[in-house]
């Protein structure tokens, strides 16, 4: 009878009729093969089509009773030992409205897939560009075979990933381009995902059984970052003691990154009431992350005899960097999984039902997730939180920006001397990096309403814990930029004294009278010519023609004789010159042509006066110029502030002045009953005068103990923790005196750092010539080698003057020398 049929319809059905006899195929089987060919991305691609075919070959099994050449099948079949009956039986389960109904949502299933693909591809691209381009990589130290290296000045702001670079297999359903290979590109992570080829140009794979823990998985190849402008050190621990420092640019290339997320279960939340429902959904949870970088190519800079120690600098670095930022992006993605959870979470939550009928999980299936397991973006937030806790009863000590355009409490900075300074340096914090932070919670509550923030703040009670977001860089200089002006603009200051700088131009002195010149010459430093190094005395320690001209300093090169040039390298100017006086300096007018020195060697002591030394080899400020031909060069080009006897005694700002050499002050009157009542102006009266000093000061802080409730601000000396500083002059003190609040006592109102010993020294010689460029030729009689860094130049100052109690710097006027040699 079967070989009368030629409907391929009928055909089809007899095939699985036939199956179904002979025990290789199942009704539930039959079931499932009619689910999974219309749910094949081919049957989908061709939707309509297979729905009616679906519905013919279904037509037919329901009409089966009716038609000849199937009775003929079934008698055949009752011969075997199948009744009838028992076929009809299972053939009357099948649900027909039911696979109609899978058909349709077949054909619809296409579209929602690849939205679904699409939305957790953006979602992750989104995550990826906003997350690890502001990442900021922690200084990496180690140290091996005797080198101790240090790397940072890291960021991932270089970071690059493109779109098509991220793959997303989501319920088995995986997206690719045409062309892309089947090869897993994290094959180092996991075994090769299989893909079915489609017929669309955006591949998909689909039909495998998927884990729950595996449900979605998110690849990113191809990825690379530049770290431009690290900034690298090394120190020998032994001989010779090499130290240096430079730049160092890192390149990260063939990186990729792995997200693989856990669907579990949640109770719903209802929306008024923000109560849990009975009722179940689903929620993406991190499972686990992945980063691998595949080359990593570093430069560092540097020449001359530390050549060998870069070249081995860079073979230590490699890998153990290549580990350092592989561990620092993984934890990065997990302190900020919340963000991509929040974003994947919305997106995904209409394709919920899609998801769970591809991947053939029901609602049982899933683990219920508990709180650790779901991050919000809100917990992830705090990821860079740090607490600080306030323990002595003197002011905050922190600068405050109230209107910024966030609406939020940003730290402006900590400035020197306060307390809140000291809280983050015992904390082991740089306090710069508080700069732009965020003030998000005071004594553990987390205020929405910035007034009860800033009303917790201004609450004397201590102690006082403070919680901070700490800002980006991006934020830190905007914060940094816009207080930077807006103190500018309300800071008008008058113009500066000009500075007043010797001229470069010839002198020409003429002398007339017969008698002695008086004036001593020596070789300059760098053989040029003559130079004045002093004047000779008469018999009667009179002033010599020279000398009284009041034209001719010391440290003046001697550029002219009557109009002849005396000068010029390697000594012939010193023989030019005596050659000349030899001939005319008898004679009677004489005209010297004098120009200024440009080599100063400068020998720097510990001062053993008065009763403290303030500064040292720390006041002097370098920097480095790189020349293609000299190497580096190191300028000396300016002083730099040192921290005053009140801050070094560990004063605050706020602490109580009390005594001043004994003698009650402010606070310090109404304590001893003096009803002298020496106030703040008196008291500034008195440290300006000289007899005031050597002084001794006494401070006074309110104790530490109290209840964290509770305050009390009154000053008394039983409750009061007392110091004492020295100093020899006002402005070694280094504070800012104010008047407190009830108009009597003396409060510290400002740290401020001092001038040094040697700024005030050298200040008025050398300022006027920082311009020039003041090249550090010398120090400790030797030569400054051009492999020289700051960090070298100031250990060798900082020994010296430990070791010797005084410097010795050569410095060579840069500007000057090239115009003395300039001269005809």
Known sequence: AESNVSDPTMLAMLARVRKLISGEMTLSGLIDEAVDILNDDKIVAAGRKFVKHGEDVLDALENVSGNK????????????????????????????????????????????????????????????????????????????????????????????????????????????????????PFDTFSDPIPSIPGSDSDEHTTGKAVKATELLIIDVSNISAMLDDAIFSFEQTYLPYL??????????????????????????????????????????????????????????????????????LVSFFKNPLRDYVVRTIVNVLTNQSGVILDKLNSSLSNYWGLILRTASLSMDDLVEADKTDITSVTAQSRAN?????????????????????????????????????????????????????????????????????????????????INFQLANVEDASRIEEWVGESNAASNATPTKTEIKK??????????????????????????????????????????????????????????????TRVVADNGEGKERALAEFEKVGQTRPI???????????????????????????????????EDASTGTRIFFDGFKDVIGMAESGGVLIGDYLIFVNGFPVGAGCQLYNDPTDR??????????????????????????????????????????????????????????????????????????G?????????????????????????????????YASIAMVEKVLKKSWADKGQIELTICNMKRKEWARSLE
């Open 69 to 184: 050449m199937v009775e003929d099948a079934i008698q055949v079949a009752e011969k075997a030992g199948i009744t009838k009956e028992a076929v009809m039986q299972q053939m009357e389960k099948l649900d027909i409205n039911q696979i109609l109904d899978t058909a349709g949502t077949a054909v619809s299933d296409e579209t929602a897939r690849r939205d679904l693909v699409s939305s957790a591809t953006d979602a992750a691209l989104d995550f990826l560009l906003r997350i690890l381009p502001s990442l900021p990589v922690p200084p990496f130290d180690g140290v091996r075979d005797g080198l101790v290296y240090h790397l940072s000045n890291l960021s991932m702001e270089g970071f690059k990933v493109r779109k098509e670079d991220i793959i997303v297999e989501i319920a088995g359903i995986r997206a690719k381009k045409q062309g892309e290979s089947d090869e897993d």
């Open 243 to 312: 130290k240096g420092k430079g730049k160092a640019n890192i390149k990260l290339t063939r990186g990729s990154i792995r997200l693989q997320f856990e669907l579990r279960r949640r109770k719903k939340i209802d929306p008024e009431t923000e109560e849990e429902t009975d009722e179940w959904e689903p929620v993406l949870c991190l499972h686990d992350r992945k980063c691998k970088i595949g080359e990593i190519d570093l430069t560092l800079q540097g020449e001359g005899r530390v050549t060998w120690i870069i070249n081995k």
């Open 385 to 465: 939180e740090v607490e600080l806790v306030w323990r002595e009863r003197v002011a905050l000590g922190m600068n405050l920006l109230l209107n910024d355009e966030s609406g939020q409490l940003k730290v402006v900075d900590f400035p020197r001397g306060s307390q809140a300074r000291k809280v983050a340096t015992g904390r082991g914090f740089d306090p710069d990096i508080f700069k732009g932070a965020t003030i998000i919670a005071v004594n553990g509550m987390y205020h929405d309403d910035q007034d009860d923030l800033l009303d917790a703040l201004t609450d004397p009670a201590r102690p006082k814990s």
């Open 502 to 563: 010797v001229p470069m131009e010839v002198t020409t002195v003429s002398i007339a009278k017969e008698g002695d010149l008086g004036i001593q010459f020596s070789s300059s430093p760098d053989n040029f010519g003559l130079v004045v190094t002093g004047f000779n005395t008469g018999e009667y320690n009179e002033a010599l023609l020279g000398e009284k001209t009041g034209q001719i300093h010391i440290g003046n090169i001697l550029a002219y004789i009557n109009g």
């Open 591 to 625: 005209e010297l042509g004098m120009i200024p020195g440009y080599i100063y060697r400068e020998v720097l002591e510990k001062s053993n006066t008065g009763i403290v030394h303030v500064g040292g080899p720390e006041e002097l400020s370098f920097r480095e110029e």
């Open 679 to 752: 106030g703040l102006e008196e008291v500034i009266d008195m440290l300006k005068k000289k007899k005031t000093y050597p002084a001794a000061l006494t401070f006074a802080r309110p104790k530490k103990a109290g209840s964290r409730w509770t305050s009390s601000a009154a000053l008394s000396l039983e409750s009061a923790e007392t110091f004492c500083v020295t100093a020899d002059y006002y402005h070694q003190i280094g504070c800012i005196f104010s008047e407190g609040n009830d108009g009597k006592s003396i409060i510290v109102g400002d740290i401020k």
């Open 754 to 786: 001092i001038p040094g010993a040697l700024q005030q020294r050298m200040k008025t010689k050398y300022e006027p010539q920082f311009s020039d460029g003041l090249l550090l030729e010398a120090m400790e009689g030797q030569v400054v080698p051009s």
